[in-house]
Structure formats: C-alpha cells, structure tokens
C-alpha cells in the first residue's frame, strides 16, 4: 500500500508564497510520474503541474510562471512553489502519482492540504 502525506499548506496574504511538500511511502518499485492538483470550493477538481521522474515538467497554462514543481527521486518527495498567491488559489491541494507497485502500476492521492489565500 502507497501513502501519500502532504504538507505545508495554511493561511497566506495575497502577493504571499507557500511551499508544499509530497511524501510516499509504501513498497514502490518506482515513480512514474509525481502531481498536484486543486479543488475550490464548489468547483471541480483540477490539474495543477506534474513532473516525471525524468524532470519533464507540465503546468497548467492559467498557473505557468507562478508555480513551480520540483521532486527528489531519492526520498520519494516532490513539492510545489506557489508564489504571488491570489485569491482564487484558495483550494484544497492533492499530491498524486502514478508508481510501480509490486501489483503493478497504479495511481494514488493524498488527503490533501488546505491553503487559503486571504488578507
């Protein structure tokens, strides 16, 4: 079994920035492919950036130049830079990957962190 453990998120000003952080944990052969996404309230979930364990990185196009994914293949911990947080980056914010496990490839979500953006 995979574990995801988010971390990092909480109340920001608008301008502010936040780090969040990703952990898995359980018996992975490998990493296909490390994410994070959003949910607003009353809205859908939605894509936010991922990144493969190769570096290739994609975002979505409204977020490009605010936010920034990285990963740590090693640990198993990937994270997302937000900065010049708005307002409406107020969302519940998933970690999800998609790994090799000893019963094949499957893909796994944290429980999420809350980050606010508000003054």
């Known amino acids: 079994q995979v574990q995801l453990v988010e971390s990092g998120g909480g109340l920001v000003q608008p301008g502010g920035s936040l780090r969040l952080s990703c952990a898995a944990s359980?018996?992975?052969?490998?990493?296909?492919?490390m994410g994070w996404y959003r949910q607003a309230p009353g809205k859908q979930r939605e894509f936010v950036a991922s990144i493969t364990s190769g570096g290739s990185t994609n975002y979505a196009d409204s977020l490009k130049g605010r936010f920034t994914i990285s990963r740590d293949n090693a640990k198993n911990r990937w994270y997302l830079q937000m900065n010049s947080l708005k307002p409406e980056d107020t969302a519940v914010y998933y970690c999800?990957?998609?790994?090799?496990?000893?019963?094949?490839?499957?893909?796994?979500w944290g429980q999420g962190t809350q980050v606010t953006v508000s003054s």
């Open positions: 359980g018996t992975i052969f490998s990493i296909k492919t």
């Open positions: 999800n990957t998609v790994a090799w496990v000893p019963k094949g490839e499957y893909e796994y």
